[in-house]
């Protein structure tokens, strides 16, 4: 599944104490998630899809997935968060061929920000999200799971930002992982932003895999985003393509 990345569509200094900004932070593009909750009185839409193509000479997974992810600001620093994901999976195999359709992941949960980077500490936050089943069966977990990241993100420079995401996830089918994404965010203009990205596992062998793409601001409360990757894990190649779209609504009131 593929996630969301930092806020690189504005690359404010983290220094404040609200977590609300004048434009749209997004996790959308990229795996990493930031420190920043949306702001008190916010609700967030973070939608995409994913195009993905794996396998080897013998085995191959092509799959199209859309994932959308409702973040509601509650106060400052802490946010409700919940995520609906459906996917067209196609398996060929010398055997023959399966395909697996319908609702492929469902997980709620929340994240907190505990403080803002001050020098090199970073801002730091918290997520954490129970995996449910309430999938389709081709997908369906066979028992409720977890996830918890731990984020910390540095402004470097009005240009440039580091994120650093380690998570833990017990799959709810008698698995777990720990994985890490660090990410760094380029501010090419007032609207348009870029990433370049690792990511892997942990658990075993170290994986490293990379992804990077660009977002544009189209006004304040929108952006869109296109990322691509590569992923090479167990021998197994695999490219995707992801692109979304982000918009919010606020209802903060007379003091915002």
Sequence with gaps: ?????????FLLPVFLIAQYRPTIVSGRP???????TVGRGVYQVQTGLNLDWAGTSDDRLTQ???TTDLRIGLSERFELSALIAGASAEVATPTGRRYDRGFSDTQV?????FFEQDGWRPTLAVRGH???TLQDEDFRRRNPGANVIVVAEWGLTDLLALTANLSRTWTGDDSRSTDYITTLGFALSDRWSSFVEVYGGLSGEVTA????GFAYLVA???SLDLSAGWDGGDGINSYFLDFGVSFRFVSRGENP
């Design 130 to 132: 129970v995996l449910l």
């Design 109 to 113: 949960g929340g994240r907190y920000s």
């Design 30 to 36: 990229g795996q990493s998630i930031g420190a920043l």
């Design 64 to 66: 199209v997935t859309e």
């Design 220 to 222: 304040d409360d929108l």
């Design 1 to 9: 599944m593929k996630h969301f990345c930092t806020g690189l569509f």
């Design 209 to 212: 895999n990379y992804d990077g």
